[in-house]
């Protein structure tokens, strides 16, 4: 017995050896086959800088960088901007990701809000004839108060600086872009690279490291030289370098000037004197007053950007990522750009306003109907929407909905108006105010942009549901759809109308009848064969008795006893 044991036991030891050495070539190869299969993300980001953009980078990296291999998520900017906080938003989710991200500037430039998306990225890379910077935020419709300004300042310095910091771009440049007050020098470092520097009051008070292009083949750092001659680099010349080269450059002008404020070059001969302890040959990149822009070539001398390339592979070569991996590109798809329309404040007014008038259509009229349908269809687009973009929660839509429950039990259920109308009134209103808000308190510039949209849009749907409310009730119950609604004509009693019975219609004065009960004053008569509800003027009258009608007043009958005729069995 031991021995078929043994037996068995080292023929079983042999069986999952052979089996081991059978699979583990099988798991080898899918574990290569994972790696070099990984795809590269491609993302076109050349819209505004919305909630619908946020929307679409937080798919990017959240659902179609993970549910995949994928070795890098490759950037497409071109836009002028937009809102900042979406632009945050998009910041973070990119310092998540979950591989290297690229940003390849393109088009119009990464202008505003698109730079801080740039600096959020492990490598920047621009096309010919680009730019980058101004990055200041602005309140729309109205001038910022000199406390939000520099808050809103002071957070995007410090968002600057710690994005430069963890994906290793001058954080200065940042600085630049955002203050107008922030002054640099920068000059070629004998040892590599670009020295860049702040000034305050003609002091040094902050200097960056040396900044430097990586080769991807080499591993190099290529250095770009400044000169009035030539740059002595590989790279192609864009339109704006071939003409700063033609053109002779006035005494003290930089070569590498960067742009200004809206992209416009600083022109005018630099006449600051140089601060002290700066070497001769530097040169002013950020002068105060004008925030800092740069193209594509300065961008690459000043270290901000990798290099320039004309194309996605090329711009993959130049960031040091691989360039042979299958493209994926990931767009807005169609219910990210319908929901993105209907956020936009105006929309989202005449949203709010169909809903509610809808609603209070649907309660004027018996039954359920269009009017209901259509209002409860528009607040969900108005809830659904924001919550689709990340605007509102659930908290929101629970606010909203038990508003309403607690005023339809005011108006149903409970007589008067008291605190359950009240609270009904105050849980729609917050949940409306939330969803229309990012937060409940405004700090920063972007926050109070958000709340004069948000302004716009309960202006809109209150001034529309006053206006619609009027022309419903004073033209549309003389058209013919309104006819079939609504009573036209009214008939008061102080007019003479008056409610007539059915059974007292055909009773004139002098017509006779019979009791047939006791007038107490009032009872019940026979006239023509027909019981009618009769009352004397205060008198008693048995039953059976004749009476004569004296007056006849809708369904009121006031009889008298007739004593001067026979009795006539109720004829008239």
Known sequence: MWHNLLKRHVLFRQHSFLLFMLLAPLFGWAADA?????????????????????????????????????????????TFGGRVDSAIEITDLLTDA?????????????????????????YIVMAPGTSIGASAPILLGAPAGEEVTEKSMSFLRAKYRALGEMKGHNPLLGEAMVDEQVELYGWPDPAGGYKIVKVENGQVVEES??????????????????????????????????????????????????????????????????????????????????????????????????????????????????ADRPVLTVQKRWDEQV???????????????????????????????????????????????????????????ALLLVGIILIAMEIFYIPGFGWVGI????????????????????????????????GVTMAFAGVSCLLLAYAIWKYLPRTTVGGRLFLRDSQQAEAGWVAPSPASVALEVGCRGRTLSMLRPAGKGI???????????????????????????GNRVLVREDTGSPDTEGKG
């Open 34 to 78: 994972g790696d070099t299969g990984a795809m590269i993300l491609h993302c076109r980001l050349d819209t505004e800088v919305d909630d619908g953009m946020a929307a679409l980078v937080r798919r990017l990296v959240e659902r179609e960088a993970r549910k995949q291999p994928i070795s890098t998520i490759l950037l497409e900017v071109n």
């Open 98 to 122: 979950p591989c290297p991200v690229v940003a390849y500037v393109t088009g119009k430039g990464a202008i505003s809000a698109g730079a801080l998306i740039c600096y959020a990225c492990d």
């Open 209 to 322: 490291p040396t900044e430097g292009v990586v080769s991807p083949d080499s591993g190099e750092t290529v250095h770009i030289s400044v000169g009035a001659e030539r740059l002595q680099d590989p790279l192609p010349l864009a339109p704006e370098d071939l003409l700063r080269r033609l053109r002779p450059l006035p005494e003290g002008e930089d070569v590498a000037s960067p742009a200004g404020e809206n992209g416009k070059k600083n022109s005018e001969p630099s006449a600051r004197a140089i601060p002290t302890g700066l070497p001769a040959e530097a040169r002013l990149i950020s002068a105060p007053g004008k925030l800092l822009t740069l193209t594509a070539r300065e961008a690459v001398e000043l270290g901000l950007a990798r290099g320039v390339a004309s194309s996605l592979s090329e711009a993959l070569q130049v960031a040091g990522q691989p």
């Open 339 to 397: 929901f993105s329309f209907l956020t936009y404040p105006l929309v989202s007014g005449l949203l709010l306003m169909c809903g509610v008038m809808g609603i209070y259509m649907e309660m004027k009229t018996p039954g359920f109907g269009w009017y209901g349908l259509i209002g409860l269809t528009c607040l969900a687009l108005f809830m659904g929407a924001r919550m689709v973009l990340g605007l509102s929660d659930w908290f929101d839509l």
């Open 423 to 454: 609270s009904g009134f105050v849980c729609v209103f917050l949940g409306l105010y939330l969803a229309l808000t990012r937060v409940p308190i405004p700090r920063y510039t972007w926050d109070f942009e958000r709340l004069a949209d948000a």
């Open 527 to 553: 006239f023509d064969g027909k019981i009618v509800d009769i009352e004397t003027e205060g008198s008693f009258i048995d039953p059976g008795c004749s009476v004569i009608v004296i007056a006849v007043e």
